[in-house]
């Protein structure tokens, strides 16, 4: 049976209790239920196993900068049951890190690197936390707001 944001939202909430914060549904996009990042490798197992939600796909996981904190967006996607939600959990900006859910969902790895190496989002427990898009060597995180685009990389004018 499909469900819909809400009733997914509840049953979480009865499982997770207070780790589970809020459901946002706007109007032209996915349902987004915000949860405490310190028990997202326990709710994302819950998501993927549980026989009401079997969230088998991980079609994206973003990192975002909100100015103040740094987050992830885990969007979901159940091939059994046709329904999607949207996960998003909140870290601190100067200690940004959480558990990966590469274990959970294989495509979390390229994913996961995206996000630490764009937002410097560190993945504990990942296989192989490296850069993806830029050089090993690049200091940084090119999507952060305040990052600034350095003139040059080892001799050569940075283009922007």
């Not at 998501?47 to 996981?61: G, Q």
């Not at 979901?76 to 990966?100: C, Q, V, W």
């Not at 764009?118 to 898009?133: A, C, D, S, T, Y």
Request: net charge negative.
């Amino acid at each position: 049976m499909k469900l819909e944001a809400k009733d997914i939202f509840k049953r979480l909430k009865v499982e997770f209790g207070e780790s589970v914060i809020e459901l946002k549904e706007e109007q032209g996009s996915d349902a987004v239920i915000t949860v405490d990042s310190k028990k997202i490798l326990d709710i994302s197992l819950s998501l993927r196993d549980n026989e009401d939600f079997l969230f088998d796909y991980l079609m994206s996981l973003s990192g975002m900068d909100y100015k103040t904190e740094l987050g992830v967006v885990y969007d979901l996607y159940s091939t059994k049951k046709n329904h999607k939600i949207g996960i998003k959990a909140i870290i601190d900006r100067e200690n940004p890190a959480l558990l990966s859910v590469e274990g959970v969902w294989k495509s979390a790895n390229w994913h996961e690197r995206e996000a630490y190496d764009m937002f410097g989002i560190k993945f504990e427990g990942h296989p192989n936390l490296i850069r993806i898009l830029c050089p090993y060597d690049w200091e940084g995180y090119p999507l952060r707001k305040d990052y600034k685009t350095p003139e040059y990389y080892h001799g050569f004018k940075v283009p922007y």
